[in-house]
């Protein structure tokens, strides 16, 4: 049976204001139900467009693709419901939880246009305390996403007690991915399972099958980088080279349990005689974007037995030299890890 629309937000209603008050009450640390609860009525709130049914700090601080706002502001006005794909890290030591998502956004359209989020919620005292969204406008990412169904099982799954990875050692390892990117010369430290895939808004950006009739690229002879390559070899052949800086390194949750890692970032091409470059194999190469800009990125890690073995992003142009609202200006141009 489906009910009108004033009815139904009526009972959405109801439901965030018991919820809010339950987790006001609730006492003692917030594990990952807990955590991924606050994201439940963190969107749904959203979807109500109305902040009193959500357990917001007075200080709230609240970012939306890198600007300082008040909430309800942006997303709150244009959200119309949640999507059906939902991946998170939860991290109860640090009282932080990470999400990648599809939402729809109010349009023309009955349904909506659909639309992927990233957001981090830090939690204090019963309190949300810092907002941090990345909204992907961006339709084929979330169909993309939705038609995949749900996320990859690697990434929920259970890494065995004596195996597991401290967080300092998952966060150097996914690190080791943005080192061997930046400035890419095929020579690196490339730690990848190798069953490694990556998936960038929605579609496979490594492994993709050769297509019948062609002949897969020779990382010893392409001129640009291949998604039929596997993950190592993508790195080894050097020809990533024109991603010049990765900043901003932000490793924002960590979920020890599942070997997760939680990222954001920002991809910059600088450009100009970056632009040529050699490559292991001897050969001068002169490939990349021909303007100057950045993405801005949210990428999560599932790591195992030290080694990178999915990779889950979602990303956005963005104007180049583009700062997070969560670090210095000194912290925003540098390259090390946080």
């Not at 969107?43 to 601080?61: I, Q, T």
């Not at 941090?132 to 961006?138: D, G, I, K, Q």
């Not at 052949?237 to 901003?248: A, C, E, N, T, Y």
């Not at 490559?279 to 030290?306: D, Y």
């Amino acid at each position: 049976m489906r009910l009108c629309g004033g009815l139904w937000r009526t009972l959405l209603l109801l439901s965030l204001a018991v919820a809010g008050g339950a987790e006001r009450s609730a006492p003692g640390a917030c594990d990952r139900a807990c955590l991924e609860g606050f994201v439940d009525r963190y969107l749904d709130a959203m979807v109500a467009h109305d902040a009193k049914f959500v357990p917001l700090a007075n200080d709230v601080k609240f970012t939306e693709n890198g600007q300082h706002l008040q909430i309800p502001d942006a997303l709150w006005n244009s959200i119309a419901a949640k999507g059906t794909y939902r991946l998170f890290v939860s991290d109860p030591e640090a009282r932080e939880v990470a999400f990648i998502g599809t939402i729809r956004e109010e349009a023309r359209t009955p349904d909506g246009a659909p639309a992927v989020l990233a957001l981090r919620l830090r939690i204090d005292n019963g309190l949300i305390s810092e907002v941090e969204t990345l909204v992907v406008r961006n339709e084929r990412a979330a169909e993309n996403l939705e038609k995949l169904g749900k996320p990859n099982p690697v990434f929920l799954k259970t890494v065995p007690p004596a195996e597991r990875m401290s967080r300092e050692d998952l966060i150097q390892t996914a690190n080791l991915y943005f080192s061997g990117m930046q400035q890419n010369d095929g020579r690196g430290v490339y730690p990848f399972a190798d069953d490694c895939n990556r998936i960038e808004n929605g579609s496979q950006a490594t492994n993709v099958p050769t297509p019948e009739g062609e002949k897969r690229p020779d990382p010893a002879t392409a001129a640009n980088y291949s998604a039929q390559w596997s993950c190592k070899e993508q790195f080894e052949s050097g020809l990533l080279h024109f991603v010049w800086r990765i900043r901003d390194r932000r490793f924002v949750a960590v979920d020890e349990e599942r070997g997760l890692v939680f990222s954001f970032a920002f991809f910059d091409h600088a450009l100009g005689k970056q632009r040529t470059f050699r490559t292991p194999h001897g050969r001068t190469v002169t490939a990349g974007p021909t303007q100057p800009w950045t993405w801005e990125l949210a990428e999560m890690f599932k790591i195992e037995n030290g080694k990178i073995r999915q990779i889950e992003a979602i990303l956005d142009r963005a104007p180049y030299g583009m700062s997070s609202g969560w670090s210095t200006s000194e912290e925003g141009l540098s390259s090390r890890a946080r």
